[in-house]
């Protein structure tokens, strides 16, 4: 299908207005796109905190508690799609959440979410469980926030459409009686800093500590003896993986049933390569911000490899979401954003501080003590199927308890998402049975012996 593609396009001189009705037409399809805006704006050259019309909610104290998990505050959160049962309101009761976190620096942040308690009984046996749950992408505006999307799945502001596509899996587990508190990551709605996005460290304490004050919230009908399961597709795989593997020295008290990391982006100097050039090129620009937030040594680097136009799209991307980003940026490539005229990918093979930077931040180097399971798309040129495998052969090698699943598909569009999209929804009643059965007590078969057999 991908050469059909490349045909069509040089037969009918497809060009980049098409692609772009086509991803978005795909995307909405799949899962849904966010704020859409009329146009892009300049803005100035440099990325800083965005300004976002948000409720107050979101705006972090001065002071934050000292635990790790502890609430700064909660407020009930209406959900549109809610119907009246016989044990509340159908699919269950939210909270939307503030609670304190650690970053990459070992420094405190406010991280915001929701805590969602199902009205269906849990049948699994034991205590009713809770499920952390990782969002894909979803910008690095404060607007973008996860919890915001699931209060209003849908939206239209006169400006910009918002659809919130992690609704389907949160509702199907809620369905279970699995209650599932959602994070929306550090700098994602709380709106004191940047979205570090795709940090492991950031993202897999901000997961770990979801956990945590979903246990204390008073209501929740989750506590210290109810079992913990992950998951988590593209940005929000990475993030479940990161957190499976650093919840034995970060979080010991959080003990996981199970762990799923779909399409997860376990190697991102790899990921860069899918990125560059597709419909997400825009995710880029938010790696680049929460890295150069993060350690600002990293500054003198970009300000040799980034000229005008790429300061101007890092700064414009910090205040989007993915649909902004699809399309205001979709297609483009890297080599416009740089002095050079190389690549990013060139620049980072160029540049030993770069290197380190992505290396350090590599899935796979420890090991989860929890069941896991990695899916990922054996035609995804977006987070790529290869890296993605590695991950499950590098937990192999470390002992780890994996199952992995290569979906496969037909290619369905060169660097369009639909590659990358498609298996999410194709694998996710599997992967919610199989995190449910890690609930329910269940043991997991490892798969390793086999998995340097497949594709």
């Not at 593997?245 to 003990?255: G, R």
């Not at 376990?266 to 350690?295: H, M, P, R, Y």
């Not at 002992?399 to 496969?408: L, M, N």
Request: proline share 7%; net charge negative.
């Amino acid at each position: 299908m991908g050469q059909v593609s490349r045909n069509l396009r040089a037969r009918t001189g497809l060009g980049r207005t098409a692609r772009l009705a086509a991803v978005a037409v795909a995307a909405l399809a799949c899962l849904g796109a966010q704020a859409v805006p009329a146009g892009a704006a300049d803005g100035p050259e440099q990325p800083s905190v965005p300004s976002a019309d948000v409720p107050a909610f979101y705006d972090p104290p001065a002071q934050l508690p000292q635990r790790n998990g502890d609430l700064v505050r909660s407020e009930p959160l209406p959900l549109p799609l809610s119907l009246p049962g016989p044990r509340g309101p159908l699919p269950g009761e939210a909270t939307r959440l503030m609670y304190k976190s650690t970053d990459s620096n070992g420094n405190p942040v406010a991280v915001t979410g929701a805590y969602v308690e199902p009205s269906a009984e849990w049948k699994g046996g034991g205590p009713r469980p809770v499920i952390a749950l990782a969002p894909g992408t979803m910008g690095q505006g404060d607007q973008c926030a996860a919890s915001l999307a699931l209060e209003h799945p849908l939206s239209f502001d006169g400006r910009s459409v918002s659809v919130g596509y992690e609704d389907l899996a949160i509702y199907r587990l809620l369905s279970a009686g699995v209650a599932v508190v959602l994070t929306d990551y550090a700098g994602l709605g709380a709106t004191d800093r940047l979205h570090t996005y795709v940090d492991r460290r950031d993202e897999g304490h901000a997961v770990l500590d979801a956990v945590r004050a979903a246990r204390r919230l008073d209501g929740a009908s989750v506590g210290a003896d109810s079992r913990v399961g992950l998951y988590g597709y593209s940005q929000g795989g990475g993030a479940s993986a990161a957190a499976a593997e650093l919840q034995p020295s970060y979080a010991p008290d959080v003990e996981l049933a199970g762990a799923y990391a779909g399409a997860p982006p376990a190697d991102l100097a790899e990921v860069v390569k899918g990125i560059d050039g597709s419909a997400l090129t825009g995710a880029l620009a938010w790696s680049v911000n929460g890295f150069l937030q993060s350690d600002p040594s990293l500054k003198e680097v970009a300000d040799r490899n980034i000229n005008s136009a790429g300061r101007a799209a890092l700064k414009d991307l910090s205040t989007r979401c993915t649909g902004d980003a699809v399309f205001t940026y979709g297609f483009q490539h890297s080599e416009e954003w740089t002095t050079s005229g190389k690549s990013l990918t060139e620049i980072i093979a160029d540049e030993p501080k770069l290197r380190a930077t992505l290396e350090e931040q590599r899935l796979g180097s420890l090991k989860p003590e929890a069941p896991v399971r990695v899916a990922t798309g054996t035609q995804d040129d977006i987070v790529g199927h290869e890296q993605a495998r590695r991950l499950a052969v590098d937990w192999c090698k470390k002992g780890a308890d994996v199952t992995y699943k290569p979906v496969q598909l037909p290619n369905l569009g060169d660097k369009l998402l639909t590659n990358h999209l498609a298996p999410l929804l194709v694998d996710q009643g599997e992967a919610i049975s199989w995190l449910t059965d890690r609930l329910s007590g269940q043991s997991a078969a490892s798969e390793c012996s086999q998995l340097s057999g497949q594709p």
